[in-house]
């Protein structure tokens, strides 16, 4: 296995801690609306940051990371299922639609639909009833205005950051 | 801009209005004629709407579930967020779901018949 250069290292831990952070402090925020999974999803700025300046394989650590430590430190089995489910389908379909850093944000709305119909699925699965796809045109409209808004904001940093943190 | 961009700008703009008609379709409120309640996909109790005369009360794992003449709601849950309680009284298109708990109300027998080949 090829040593990880301590450089890429330190900005992994960087952004897998920062994604922890704003993970925590959206989990504070109340309910948007009364359909459950609603949510900005800001933390997956930080993945999408990883997986443009870094690399894929270090934006999956990044997400490991973040959604393993979230379920020590607040959530219990049932909101780690949810989260890894959804984060797990947000990933692969943002590494096999990765498109360039002008477009990032279709890039995070591709992987914000993939994460609500993760999530959708494993409810259906826990609560064992196909009921709760009722709330599919919901959860995708969220997905679309969350995708585009994260997506703008990794965007954005992106196009202001990278350049100065090119690896030296 | 590029112009796979404005593709991708109207295709979302497309489904963010589709997605809305289907909101806007199944929120209405048909008031059915039978409610089931399901506790971890089981039925719970099946209650025909009509006949309720008086308000009462259920307690079906954690939560509270309130049976009024031609309604049905999520009256109190155990959860923090509430989410179900807020969704207010169940419709032939709106269920009321409990994703932490596990309950569900859904409301069949009513003329549109939109949910109930999703829901058997």
Not at chain 1, 23 to 40: Q, R
Not at chain 1, 90 to 119: D, E, R, Y
Request: proline share 4%.
């Amino acid at each position: 296995m090829k040593r990880i250069h301590p450089n890429r290292l330190t900005q992994m831990a960087l952004l897998a801690a920062i994604a922890l952070g704003v993970w925590y402090l959206e989990s504070l925020l109340p309910p948007f609306t009364a359909v459950p999974g609603v949510k900005p999803g800001l933390a997956n700025c930080l993945t999408l940051y990883a997986l443009y300046t870094l690399g894929r394989k270090e934006a999956a650590g990044v997400l490991t990371v973040r959604v393993l430590l979230a379920a020590v430190l607040a959530g219990g089995m049932g909101s780690f299922l949810y989260s890894a489910a959804g984060g797990l389908l947000c990933l692969l379909v943002m590494l096999c639609v990765k498109l360039p850093p002008q477009q990032m944000w279709v890039t995070s709305v591709f992987g914000a639909i993939a994460h609500n119909a993760g999530q959708l699925t494993v409810a259906a699965l826990l609560m064992r009833t196909a009921v709760v796809f009722v709330y599919l045109p919901h959860l995708l409209i969220a997905a679309i205005l969350a995708g585009t808004l994260t997506g703008l904001t990794a965007q954005f940093a992106y196009f202001r950051l990278h350049k100065h943190t090119k690896e030296g | 801009m590029k112009r796979s961009t404005v593709i991708y700008i109207i295709v979302f703009a497309f489904m963010l209005i589709g997605c809305g008609i289907l909101v806007l379709a199944s929120d209405h409120n048909g008031s059915g004629a039978t409610a089931t309640v399901y506790l971890d996909g089981e039925i719970v109790a099946v209650v025909d709407l009509n006949t309720v005369t008086e308000t009462w009360t259920l307690a079906v794992g954690g939560n509270t579930v309130e049976f009024s003449p031609g309604h049905v709601r999520m009256l109190d849950a155990c959860c923090p967020d509430g989410l179900c309680v807020r969704q207010g009284y169940a419709s032939a298109g709106k269920p009321v779901i409990c994703l932490p708990n596990r309950v569900m109300l859904v409301i069949s027998g009513s003329a549109d018949t939109g949910v109930d080949a999703i829901a058997g």
